[in-house]
C-alpha cells in the first residue's frame, strides 16, 4: 500500500504562502532526511543494500505497521552509510531540500555511534559533517547545527559514546548545538541517562529528548526533571495530563511537533485526533517539524499546511508559527531577528499584493 499523506486540503494560495515563508527546523533526523533521490545515489554506491531504490517500491517499504518497524526501516537505511563521502553527501544534499523549502534555519539530529559502531571513523565522520555543514551556508545560504542524540535502546554504552563524542574538545563540531535521546521508549527509561545529560549540560549543549512520542506523560515529566529538557521532541502524550501541560506553558518549554510522523508511526490514530490544538490552547509554545519527511511521505512545507487545518491558521498564524521555531532555537540572537525580519516582511508583501 502507497502512503499518501500529504494534505489534500490546504487551499492553494495558503499552500503558495507557506511554499515562501522563511522557517526554521528543530526536530528533524540526519538519516531520515534522506530522500529518494540520495537514498538512490547511496543505494548505486552499495548495490548489496536491501532498500529499494525504485521511487514507488521506496514508498511501499516506507510504509510502517508500528514505531518499530519504523526503527528497522530507519536502520536499513543507516545501513547505506558506510563512508565519511556518504556522510557528506547525506548532510550536503539534505541542505540542498532544505533550502528548496526556504529553510533559513535547521538543528539536524545526528546519531553518530550509528555511524561509529559501523567503521566510520569518528574524525573523519566530525569533518564529514562539517565539510558539508560550511558548504551548505556557503551554496545555499541554509545554517545547520548538529543535536547529537544518544540511541536510547542501544543501552548505556551507546549513551558513553554520544557523551564522548559530543563532549570531547578534540572531537566536538564547531556547530554542535545541543544532546538528545531517540529511538523506542517503551522499556528505556529516561532517568537512567541523566549522567550523560548532565555531562553535555556542562559541556554547554542544549538538551532536547524525545520524550511522550510513544509512552505516557511520565516520560515527558522524566525528561524535564532528570534530563533538564529545554524542548520535548514529540511529547505528544503530554495532552494526557493537564499539569503537565500548564507546567510546560509556564515554564516556556517548546514541544517540537511533529503531526505526520505521528501518524505515520502509529502513535497518533489520525491527524483530527492530533492534540496539537490541546497544547495550544493550554498556552503551550508550539513548534512544527517534519522528524523522518521522505520516510514518512512528507516535509516540512506539508506540516505546516496540516497545521493551518487543525489550527484553523491564516497566513499571519503560520507566520507567528514560523517565528515560534526561530524563537525556540540555539541560534544566537542576530541569527534569530534576520530570520524573524525575513518573515515579517515576506508576510507584509503577501499580504499587501
Ligand atoms: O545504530 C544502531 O546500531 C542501533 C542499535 C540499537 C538501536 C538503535 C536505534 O534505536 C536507533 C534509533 C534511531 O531512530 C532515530 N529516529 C528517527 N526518527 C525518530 C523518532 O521519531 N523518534 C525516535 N527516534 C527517531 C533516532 O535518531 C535514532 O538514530 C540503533
Ligand atoms: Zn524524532
Known amino acids: 500500500m502507497t502512503q ?79 563512508t565519511p563521502e556518504d556522510v557528506r553527501l547525506l548532510t550536503y544534499e539534505v541542505a540542498r531540500d532544505m533550502a528548496r523549502q526556504q529553510v533559513r534555519y535547521a538543528e539536524l539530529t545526528i546519531t553518530p555511534f550509528s555511524s561509529t559502531r559501523r567503521g566510520i571513523d569518528e574524525r573523519a565522520f566530525m569533518d564529514a559533517i562539517e565539510d558539508a555543514r560550511k558548504a551548505a551556508e556557503a551554496d545555499f545560504g541554509t545554517v545547520l547545527r548538529w543535536c547529537f542524540d544518544i540511541p536510547g535502546e542501544a543501552g548505556l554504552q551507546a549513551a558513553e559514546e554520544t557523551a564522548r563524542l559530543a563532549t570531547d574538545d578534540r572531537l566536538r563540531p564547531e556547530g554542535l548545538v545541543s ?91 489520525t491527524l483530527d485526533e492530533h492534540p496539537i490544538k490541546e497544547f495550544v490552547r493550554a498556552g503551550v509554545v508550539v513548534t512544527v517539524n517534519s522528524d523522518d519527511p521522505p520516510m514518512f511521505g512528507t516535509d516540512l512545507d506539508n506540516e505546516y499546511a496540516v497545521a493551518a487545518r487543525l489550527l484553523d491558521l491564516d497566513e499571519r498564524g503560520l507566520a507567528e508559527l514560523a517565528k515560534n521555531a526561530v524563537e525556540a532555537s540555539f541560534l544566537d540572537a542576530a541569527g534569530k531577528a534576520r530570520i524573524t525580519g525575513e518573515i515579517d516582511t515576506y508576510t507584509a508583501q503577501w499580504l499587501s499584493r
Do not use: M
Open 4 to 82: 499518501h499523506l500529504v494534505d489534500p486540503h490546504a487551499p492553494r494560495d495558503l499552500k503558495a504562502f507557506i511554499a515562501g515563508l522563511p522557517k526554521a527546523e528543530l526536530h528533524v533526523h540526519h538519516v531520515g532526511s534522506a530522500s529518494p533521490r540520495i537514498v538512490s545515489e547511496l543505494a548505486a554506491r552499495h548495490p548489496d543494500s536491501k532498500v529499494p531504490t525504485d521511487p514507488e517500491a521506496l514508498a511501499d517499504y516506507f510504509t510502517f505497521t508500528d514505531f518499530a518497524h519504523f526503527i528497522d526501516v530507519y536502520l536499513s537505511v543507516v545501513d547505506l552509510i558506510r
Open 179 to 269: 544532546f538528545g535521546l531517540g529511538g523506542p521508549e517503551v522499556g528505556v527509561e529516561r532517568p537512567q541517562f541523566k549522567p550523560y545529560f548532565d555531562r553535555a549540560i556542562a559541556a554547554g549543549l542544549h538538551s532536547v529528548p524525545h520524550a511522550g512520542e510513544t509512552t505516557g506523560p511520565q516520560t515527558v515529566w522524566d525528561a524535564l526533571t532528570h534530563l533538564r529538557a529545554e524542548r520535548i521532541g514529540h511529547g505528544t502524550s503530554s495532552a494526557q495530563d493537564p499539569k503537565l501541560l500548564a507546567h510546560l506553558a509556564e515554564h516556556r518549554i517548546p514541544l517540537e511537533v511533529c503531526p505526520t510522523s505521528n501518524i505515520a508511526t502509529r502513535a497518533v490514530r
